[in-house]
């Protein structure tokens, strides 16, 4: 059984670039979220997708987007990068309400 | 804002079980107790979780009052390898967002 992978592992993008995030979710899983980790904080929750819908969002601007394949696989978009976007972006699959099981995070560095 | 307390550090003697509290006073009656730990940058690692009853698993225990105010979540015998951020989080799902706090710092000593 594959887990959670995320790619790529780390990046290094200049404000106001768009990045594209992307994930695969561990096998038989059909629910992908997405957390954005800073530096020394715990992860936010920046929103779900539940069967290629969006099931849920937190409190982050329009500018973060996301989709979810039919594969139920995931991409995570943010446009107009912000230095506050550099992070640590977490992904997590889950089988319908059952516990996530989250991927390495990619490291997003904006300069 | 998380609905958990937890201290923010403890430390633990190797071999030895590591207790680590949390409170959750506001907890309703549908709403789960889930625990994930991080190690030092790498992706939150899912635990353990439970409602009312105690729940044991291959990597932990999980302990909840009977008020289920508060729990306390217990490795039995710690190694180096359990040094981690550990998060007890309140959810009505294991799928619904999860709202993470500050965590409990617990370092394993030799």
């Known amino acids: 059984e594959t887990g959670v992978t995320q790619s790529p592992t780390h990046l290094i993008k200049t404000r106001g670039q768009q990045v594209t995030l992307r994930c695969s979710s561990q096998?038989?899983?059909?629910?992908v979220s997405w957390y954005q980790q800073a530096l020394g904080q715990g992860p936010q929750f920046i929103f779900q997708y539940y069967r290629e819908e969006e099931n849920g969002r937190g409190n982050f601007p329009p500018r973060f987007s996301g989709l979810q394949f039919p594969n139920y696989s995931s991409e995570l978009n943010v446009n107009a990068l912000e230095l506050d976007d550099s992070a640590l972006y977490l992904c997590?699959?889950?089988?319908?309400?059952?516990?996530?099981?989250f991927g390495p995070g990619t490291r997003l560095t904006v300069t | 804002d998380a609905k958990t307390t937890q201290p923010p550090s403890m430390d633990c003697a190797e071999g030895r079980a590591a207790n680590l509290p949390c409170n959750h006073s506001?907890?309703?009656?549908?709403?789960?107790v889930y625990w994930y730990r991080q190690i030092h940058s790498q992706g939150p690692q899912y635990i353990i979780h439970g409602l009312k009853n105690n729940e044991t698993n291959e990597m932990a225990s999980l302990i909840i009052t009977e008020d289920r105010k508060s729990s306390t979540l217990i490795l039995p015998h710690a190694t180096l390898r359990d040094t981690a951020v550990y998060y007890c989080i309140v959810t009505q799902g294991g799928s619904e967002k999860l709202v993470f706090g500050k965590g409990t710092k617990l370092t394993v000593n030799p």
């Open positions: 096998s038989g899983h059909n629910t």
């Open positions: 506001t907890i309703s009656g549908n709403e789960y």
């Open positions: 997590a699959s889950s089988f319908d309400h059952y516990e996530q099981y």
